[in-house]
């Protein structure tokens, strides 16, 4: 029997709920985005200068289902601040949110979804992969809360969404 619905293998953000996000300026999502890096790795700033090579680099984010993109730069001691509009971005990292929380919580690989190109790196793809090979070496454990709860949050709701879009299946 032909099941009346069938589940994307990988969901996008539906226009109605993306629609909220884009009614707010991309400098308050870059804010937020800002402080909640700093807030995350606060001790990596402040001590060890592990992102360092991204000094006065502008860096964006573009959320394509949610059509939001995030501007910021890293500016040593003081951390990383909202990037301005005007600026071109050194490198642009854009992705679909379901892959990008599917890159956070290490549900599937960095190197498959670069290589599938459903996440993609534009501009200075030598700072991003050193970005890429900083982060993966990072265990979010040690980053400390609220950051492993959210990590585990996500991750169920991706194992909840994946349950759903194979229970429609048919079994042998």
């Known amino acids: 029997m032909k099941p009346f619905f069938k589940f994307p293998p990988r969901p996008t953000l539906p226009a109605p709920l993306a629609l909220p996000f884009q009614l707010i300026p991309g400098a308050v999502h870059s804010t937020v985005l800002t402080t909640a890096l700093n807030v995350l790795f606060a001790g990596r700033i402040q001590q060890s200068g592990e992102f360092d090579f991204l000094r006065d680099q502008v860096l964006a984010i573009r959320v394509r289902d949610a059509k939001v993109e995030y501007r910021f730069r890293y500016a040593g001691p003081a951390g990383f601040v909202p990037g301005q509009s005007d600026q071109p971005p050194d490198l642009t990292i854009s992705g679909a949110i379901y892959d990008f929380l599917a890159l956070a919580t290490r549900r599937e690989d960095s190197d498959t979804l670069f290589f ?31 950051l492993p709860s959210l990590l585990q949050a996500a991750n169920q709701c991706l194992a909840a969404y994946e349950r759903l879009s194979h229970s429609d299946s048919p079994t042998p």
Request: hydrophobic share 40%; net charge negative.
């Open 116 to 146: 599938n190109r459903r996440v993609v790196m534009e501009g200075d793809t030598a700072l991003g992969l050193e970005l890429k090979n900083v982060l993966d070496a990072m265990d979010p454990e040690a980053l400390g809360q609220p």
